[in-house]
């Protein structure tokens, strides 16, 4: 859990209810140390099953679980049930259930029939009965930790299914490569030219430390703008970016206005990526860039036969609610950020008038296709571009359903900012979008990049700053 140490003596780790519907495989996460399950954590997971929601499911999976660990053994429950066997030997504490009832004399201040309190008054009294050993609550309730602390009790939260303890070690995508990198890494260095590219296979020290697909940049007088194609060992082979700053390169009227606008086309328009992440705050450019490269690959290149997109409806909860319509009509009111880029990307085209404008919106809409993420399940994609936007707001096991939908010739694009998590229970760490940046870096078919700078207005560049 927390403590990655071996003590001497196991801990004593009392779980509150939400550690339970939060991640129902915490009994197996404890290693050597003991878990006691008080009898009012059964009865709150008994009020939770009900229902198709993520922490209905996780309630009932927690009774399994239970259930799995209780009938694996002939043991007295009270005594402590060994954990080996049903975790496969991924811990080797004890589970203890509440047989008896324990007091331990609360405040008067704090009412007794508050489930939380009971919860308080267990971990008392088991610190009174274990003088000798440490006596831990867990809970991801933060009032409930402090009004613990507040009794002298140990409280932690419950870190395990964290990808990072700290997002600013999240990885970026770019690296900026100084003066000397060309001196260290420059052990038979070669450098050719192929389709108006160029190549460099450098050998060194730093390459252990590059991924594929990370984009590499230099300013100074030789500025550089690269991105590593391959890795063996300690060679790996660069290759220089196309300029998609530059107006005549502008996919569907767009160009990139700053560098990792420039490092995010390339991903976005390189057929052989399958799986691109584009993090950044609001007004970086994630939705307008994506869609662009979206529609030239789709209308004009003809690689994908139409763009799917998708979104986490999040306040209205776990169904599209009572809208009326459609699948399509219940998204619309999600998806205004897809209409104001679309906006944006019509305007480019001033040839044909506003006659000529409203065909290709028509045109446009025909092959944008907007999904609800609760029809996912089981479906195949192929050839589709498939946009998911504010992916900061799945878990990793919901990113997981939605990426294997990918059938073959689909190009996976999530958008989202780590510092706008509207969902309870998800925080920058646990995000399934921290997850897949993490896990897939390095892949071949793989890409990400953090956007840095807004390009909204200087009114919102400010305010973003100031406010």
Known sequence: MTSHRKSRIAKLFVLDTNVLLHDPTCLFRFEEHDIFIPIITLEELDNHKTGMSEVARNARQA???LNEIVSSTEARIDAGISLAG???????GKLILQTQAIYSVLPTSLPVGKADNQILGIVMALKELHPERPVIL?????NMRIKARALALDAEDYFNDKVLEDTD???????????????RNSEDLRSWQEHDRRYYQIKGPDVPDMHVNQLLWQTGEQPLLAMVTKIEGKTATLETLKDFSHQKNN???IVARNREQNFALNLLMNPDIDFITLLGQAGT?????TLAAGLAMTLEQKLYSEIIMTRVTVPVGEDIGFLPGTEEEKMTPWMGALEDNLDVLNKSDDDGGDWGRAATRDLIRSRIKVKSLNFMRGR???NKYLIIDEAQNLTPKQMKTLITRAGPGTKVVCLGNISQIDTPYLTEGSSGLTYVVDRFKGWVHSGHITLQRGERSRLADFAAEVL
């Open 380 to 382: 195949t994609f192929l």
């Open 251 to 253: 996919v569907w009227g």
């Open 86 to 92: 049903p975790s496969k030997d991924a811990a080797s």
């Open 169 to 183: 070690l999240l990885y970026t995508g770019s690296r900026e490569i100084d003066a000397s990198f060309w001196d």
């Open 138 to 142: 867990v809970s991801k309730d933060i």
């Open 285 to 289: 450019g994630k939705t307008l860039l």
């Open 63 to 65: 009774s399994r679980f």
